[in-house]
């Protein structure tokens, strides 16, 4: 058995525009890096965090990783004691899943440790209890892509019920992060309890539309899916420039652009890596001029989850 893993879990585009809380897919970079080892004893132990600027608890009863493991060890009926060492390799508060990254990396790192008790989906719990402790919701759309790979539609939260949707083979994905924070539980704090029939029609009509867009690899239907009447128009107040981001990247020849996640970064969809490249050029400009800093991230949709490092 071995006795320590290094393991990869990928950053995460959630809502994909109009599936709120439902729909969301894997990157291939950025993402996190948990190396788990057993130690003697009991007990889960985080010995170093880097890339968070002294920011998370190293408390694991309060940290992310630290609650997913301890809930899936107890789920087994283990005691093994666990040290774990966290490497943040992408921003916090950035709309990137973060949090649900460095969940699934510690989940599915202790699940290998331990010679797989449990299959690779039945992990998702345990990493959602993650994503309550981060931001207060056990919401699925980032966990679930970060741990299963590819594009996931959740159809139902109880019983959950999560279902893998094939994505054309060129999907190119283009994500801004403008150097601003916004934290989920905020973000999701100012979002109406209740909405307009009428709205919801031309949003289920929306997310319907995209799962048949990218199940027929229907490029042009993925692109006129990607609308939101719903969150977006309240949550791109919290991001500077959205609306000028987004239609630069439609005018780039992208498909479609939506806030990623609870934001601030934006993504946009594009049907091969040269226009994904184009849109990311032209999205960087709006923050030039803002003068907000930003990262760019260009990338196929990531089909395999989270990787064995070491
Ligand atoms: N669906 C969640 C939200 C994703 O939009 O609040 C958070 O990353």
């Given at each position: 058995?071995?006795?320590s893993?290094k393991?990869?879990?990928?950053a995460?585009?959630a809502?994909?525009?109009?599936g709120?809380?439902?729909l969301?897919?894997?990157?291939?970079?950025?993402g996190d890096?948990v190396?788990?080892?057993?130690?003697?004893?009991s007990?889960?132990?985080?010995?170093?965090?880097?890339?968070?600027e002294?920011?998370l608890?190293?408390?694991?009863e309060?940290?992310?990783?630290?609650?997913?493991?301890?809930?899936?060890?107890k789920?087994i009926?283990?005691?093994?004691?666990?040290?774990i060492?966290?490497?943040?390799k992408?921003?916090?508060?950035?709309?990137?899943?973060?949090?649900?990254?460095?969940?699934?990396?510690?989940v599915?790192?202790?699940?290998q440790?331990?010679?797989?008790?449990?299959?690779?989906e039945?992990?998702?719990p345990?990493?959602?209890?993650g994503?309550?402790?981060?931001?207060?919701?056990?919401h699925?759309?980032?966990?679930?892509?970060?741990?299963?790979?590819?594009?996931v539609?959740?159809r139902?939260?109880?019983?959950?019920?999560i279902?893998?949707?094939?994505?054309?083979k060129?999907?190119?994905?283009?994500?801004?992060?403008?150097?601003?924070?916004?934290?989920?539980?905020?973000?999701?704090?100012?979002?109406?309890?209740?909405?307009?029939l009428?709205?919801?029609v031309?949003?289920?009509?929306n997310?319907?539309?995209?799962?048949a867009?990218?199940m027929?690899?229907?490029?042009e239907?993925?692109?006129?899916?990607?609308h939101?009447?719903?969150?977006?128009p309240?949550?791109?107040?919290?991001i500077?420039?959205?609306?000028?981001v987004?239609?630069?990247?439609?005018?780039?020849g992208a498909?479609?652009?939506g806030?990623?996640?609870?934001g601030?970064s934006?993504?946009?969809?594009?049907?091969?890596?040269?226009t994904?490249?184009?849109a990311?050029?032209?999205?960087?400009?709006?923050?030039?001029d803002?003068?907000?800093?930003?990262?760019?991230?260009?990338?196929?949709i990531?089909n395999?989850?989270p990787?064995?490092l070491?």
């Amino acid at each position: 058995m071995k006795e320590s893993i290094k393991v990869f879990a990928p950053a995460t585009v959630a809502n994909v525009a109009c599936g709120f809380d439902i729909l969301g897919f894997a990157v291939e970079n950025p993402g996190d890096e948990v190396i788990l080892k057993l130690k003697p004893g009991s007990g889960i132990k985080i010995t170093k965090i880097t890339g968070d600027e002294g920011r998370l608890s190293r408390d694991a009863e309060k940290n992310t990783v630290g609650v997913s493991i301890s809930n899936f060890l107890k789920h087994i009926d283990s005691k093994q004691g666990i040290e774990i060492s966290l490497n943040k390799k992408m921003p916090l508060g950035s709309g990137l899943g973060s949090s649900a990254a460095s969940a699934v990396a510690g989940v599915f790192a202790v699940n290998q440790l331990l010679g797989m008790p449990m299959s690779q989906e039945d992990l998702l719990p345990f990493a959602m209890e993650g994503e309550r402790i981060a931001c207060g919701s056990a919401h699925a759309d980032n966990v679930a892509p970060s741990l299963l790979g590819g594009f996931v539609l959740i159809r139902s939260y109880d019983p959950l019920d999560i279902i893998r949707i094939p994505t054309p083979k060129n999907l190119y994905c283009t994500i801004i992060h403008p150097q601003i924070e916004v934290q989920t539980r905020d973000a999701r704090e100012i979002l109406k309890k209740q909405i307009l029939l009428k709205d919801a029609v031309i949003q289920w009509g929306n997310v319907a539309g995209l799962i048949a867009g990218l199940m027929k690899s229907d490029y042009e239907l993925i692109g006129r899916s990607m609308h939101d009447v719903i969150v977006e128009p309240i949550r791109a107040i919290l991001i500077p420039g959205f609306e000028d981001v987004k239609r630069n990247a439609k005018e780039a020849g992208a498909l479609g652009c939506g806030i990623s996640g609870s934001g601030p970064s934006i993504f946009a969809l594009s049907k091969d890596e040269k226009t994904a490249k184009k849109a990311g050029e032209k999205m960087k400009e709006i923050f030039a001029d803002l003068k907000i800093g930003s990262d760019l991230y260009v990338s196929k949709i990531n089909n395999s989850g989270p990787q064995i490092l070491d």
